[in-house]
Nanobody, 120 residues
């Protein structure tokens, strides 16, 4: 089964920064939109950010101006730079990829998930 490999996550204080990484097999990276979903306890899964193979980027309103996604095609890796983190950003973050794009219905491929906790 195709697996996206995530890294990053952990505990950070409010106002701090953190970077998540997600590496995909080249066969997926070249054809799929990639991004992150997150899910907090007791809440629905939310699409945080997605980037298409053409470079079009969608951010959830809740993270606009604070989160930045980028791609390194040489490494088949996408990065999520999270700045000005808030306690409400606390969630499990899941890297995702799908040649059809990312949306409310989820994705074809998933990472293992990483926990991000924003707390003092």
């Amino acid at each position: 089964q195709v697996q996206l490999v995530e890294s990053g996550g952990g505990l950070v204080q409010p106002g701090g920064s953190m970077r998540l990484s997600c590496t995909a097999p080249g066969s997926i990276f070249r054809v799929a939109a990639m991004g992150w979903f997150r899910q907090a306890p007791g809440q629905q899964r939310e699409l945080v950010v997605a980037i298409t193979i053409a470079g079009y980027i969608h951010y959830a309103d809740s993270v606009k101006g604070r989160f930045t996604i980028s791609k390194d095609s040489a490494k088949n890796t996408v990065y999520l730079q999270m700045n000005s983190l808030k306690p409400e950003d606390t969630a499990d973050y899941y890297c995702a990829a799908d040649p059809r794009g990312l949306g409310p219905n989820g994705a074809a491929y998933w990472g293992q998930g990483t926990q991000v906790t924003v707390s003092s």
